[in-house]
């Protein structure tokens, strides 16, 4: 793998390329103090309040901190209620980046895939994705619609390192195809990085593959675009032939491959908020954006204040920046490299956007309906005031036709990394504190649930230690 360093500088250490202006507060507490918290919070760490966290690693999603320059922008925002400047901002922002004809900006990732989903999908439809996400999964299955996931082979595999675990499965593709019919099939996925598979990458060869099946069936492929500046620099790094591409025309490149995107530029937009719908179709503009005037707002604002927009037009060309991926990007490794050394079992390469840890290999005298994640997360909490997340069989477990609970294929836990929030002592402490979670794992308890909510439980069951 390529040593990681700012460009053309020869020394070792990984420096942040900003220096910080504005400071927020970290509440140091005692261990004493976050036992009772966690108790208070049902030893759910989705229960907690935010202030009790002293680093936290729940998502990267919103949580980033804005620039110097995205802050000046932001007071230059344009409140008219249509066609104002700040749209005209955003808009040729994205269109720069995306080369789509039509954009239409919307509250959150999530509003672009409801209104995809909504206006393009019926019962009896499919599908194919390398990996949904939740919410894409949701909007996909609340039509009636089938969403398939054709992850590639080695996505399976946490351990071995290939340089592009996120890709689709092309073959699993064509025999979609065959097996449902391309009539079933309005349009297809790509999601980049793929979050669900560990934040994995996906190739420009594998997303021109996948183009060059759908053409032939005259099926559209749509771009899942969060982390599309994060996979665009592992496209540089890793794809033979992009070395000396800038990042800003590898993803024009990606989107030249695409009918339409969806994007929460809660990620690479490096904004708290925001997101958009794109296509080429003029018919289907047409129909997304009469669904985005009543769920939204004006196809020139579309949910969001002129200034959010002002955030995002320039937060999308500074996640295009590439002294800014080699430090997020070195920053993952990193930690990664520092815990493999320990012998701290985790999805291997490290992602774009977080560490997951192998939950289950590292409690192994936990059963998965135990929930081992949730072990290692509230020891995590407990030890340092770390806030991670379980992705395992809370989160994905599901009930059999007799009722009964069965585990996720995976117990991990996501440490999902804020976009220019900590700094590289705030990780030299995380790395220490999961050590001494490492170090404590044989005496860790397992848990049972003791209120659980209908639907999306992870966010507000209530457990117990066993
Ligand atoms: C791959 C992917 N798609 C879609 C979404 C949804 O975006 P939002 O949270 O802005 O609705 C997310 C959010 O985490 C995501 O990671």
Redesign the pocket.
Known sequence: MRQHGLEGVHVKTIIEPFRIKTTEPLKITTREERVAALEQAHHNVFLLDAEDCCIDLL????TGAMSARQWAAMMMGDESYAGSRSWKRFEAAVREITGFDHILPTH??????SILSETILSAGHVVPNNSH????RANVEYRGAVALDLPCREAFDTQTPAPFKGNMDVEALEAAIAEHGADSIPFAMV?V????GGGQPVSMANMRAVKEVLSRHGIPLVI?A??FAENAYFIREREEGFRDRSLLSIAQEMFSLADGA?M????DGLANI??FLACRDDGWAERFKNLLILREGFPTYGGLAGRDLEAIAVGLKEALEVDYQVYRHATVEYMVQRLHALGVPMVMPAGGHAVFLDAARMLPQIPPLSYPGISVVNALYVAGGIRAVELGSVMFGHRDAEGREQPAPLELVRLAFPRRVYTQSHFDYAIEVIEEVWGDRGGLPGYRITHEPQFLRHFSCHFEPI
């Open positions: 998502t990267d999603s919103g959150q990732g999530r509003a672009a895939e996400f939740d919410t894409t999601t990085t793929n979050n669900t899942d969060c982390r969806t929460s530029c809660k990620k925001g997101g």
